[in-house]
């Protein structure tokens, strides 16, 4: 624990030395979070480690050692499995939590929200315990909410095109090696693909991702829909998010050979009548979006809003209450670290706001 400023709230990072709670230490610098004191912690592997914040060294603990007392906000980056065990005992220490895994986003009494789009719903907290969505559902959420409140949002498509990044350090490094290998045996092969290139055995993504695109991310849902649960979790937690109990949803889930940054392909379905113009004013205004002509991973790596491009009209949607279009989101930044810091900036405001 390391005293930073004389006022403000207590805030630990749980999975501080993981890819997404080094750039959750980079986003509470960049905003300026109000920190009065700042702990790191972690598993014991990880636990000892010294990590350098605003000029000041922070001892990473280990969690299951480590004093819970007189934390205010605990962010999260562990894993569900880990969220399961620590987030409830953070809660009953006192602790607000926002929790970056799937653990707890389908829980009635645990918000889940996205900054930008339904901050009310952390007015009331329950079990001391709020959500970040899955990277892929909150990309598109910016761009879905005013949207569907100017036109009534019926049904979502989304083909996701995720990057490597979202399987965490083991899904880069296998891209990496893939695509080193790949290189090594000539760009001939590369052309003809197939069995040419002798790719090292798939470690983490379950075939190969260099130059290819693998339909299946996470595992099976257990309800005979043959859908994965990452292509579940966009229809739940939109739905949830939303607050459209019986909207219409449905993903495929893709990952691409690409290093950081979701895209998601687009076909809305609304109530009421919408050009792709109507859509262009509505969404010029939005927080947290920006209009481009052609939104791109690499346009989108390192920022902050989501990019969306290519608005059209629908043409398999009867009159013009369709919409296609396509969104770009970095997914380490806004998909979990800066929605995370920016959902503890508005608890802080809401819930200790006689301490900043």
């Known amino acids: 624990m390391v005293r930073i400023n004389a006022t403000g709230v207590n805030v630990a990072v749980l999975g501080a ?16 979070f109000p920190v009065r004191e700042l702990r790191f912690l972690a598993s014991a592997r990880s636990a000892g480690r ?16 480590a004093d819970l007392s007189g934390i205010d906000i605990a962010i999260f980056s562990a894993g569900g499995g880990t969220s399961a065990v620590w987030a409830p005992r953070f809660a009953e220490a006192g602790a607000i939590v926002v929790d970056n895994s ?23 907290i329950p079990k001391n315990i709020v959500a970040n969505p899955n990277c892929t559902t ?11 409140d100017a036109f009534g949002l019926r049904r979502l498509i989304v083909s996701s095109y995720q990057a490597v990044s979202g399987a965490g350090r083991a899904g880069v490094e296998q891209l990496m090696n893939e695509a080193k290998a790949a290189i090594e045996q000539g760009a001939d092969k590369l052309v003809f693909g197939g069995d040419a290139i002798d790719f090292p055995e798939p470690t983490k993504i379950v075939r190969t991702i260099a130059f290819n695109e693998v339909p299946f991310i996470g595992a099976l849902a257990d309800d005979g829909s ?21 909207l219409k949803a449905s993903c495929t889930c893709v990952r691409v050979g690409v ?11 609304f109530e009421r009548d919408v050009t792709p113009d109507d859509a262009r004013r509505v969404l010029a205004d939005a927080p947290a979006v920006e209009l481009v002509d052609i939104p791109t991973a690499q346009l989108a790596a390192g920022k902050t809003p989501s990019f969306v491009g ?13 919409l296609a279009f ?19 900036e508005i608890i802080a405001r809401k819930h200790f706001a006689d301490r900043l």
């Open 17 to 32: 030395t993981g890819q997404v709670g080094m750039v959750m230490r980079r986003v509470l610098d960049e905003r300026d």
């Open 50 to 65: 010294t990590l350098s914040w605003r000029g000041h060294d922070i001892e990473v603990e280990d969690v299951a050692a």
């Open 102 to 124: 799937s653990q707890w986003r389908m829980d009635p009494e645990v918000p889940l929200v996205v900054a930008e789009v339904n901050p009310g719903d952390l007015d009331v």
């Open 138 to 148: 909150m990309a598109i959420m910016p761009v879905m909410k005013p949207l569907s």
């Open 226 to 246: 043959e859908e994965t649960d990452e292509e579940q979790k966009l229809r739940n937690e939109s739905r949830k998010i939303l607050h459209l109990p019986d």
């Open 259 to 269: 290093f950081t940054s979701h895209g998601m392909s687009v076909n809305a379905e």
């Open 310 to 322: 290519r608005i059209r009209q629908d043409q398999a949607v009867d009159g013009r209450k369709g």
């Open 326 to 344: 396509f969104v770009t989101n970095d997914n380490l930044r806004k998909g979990a670290a800066l929605n995370a810091v920016e959902l503890a």
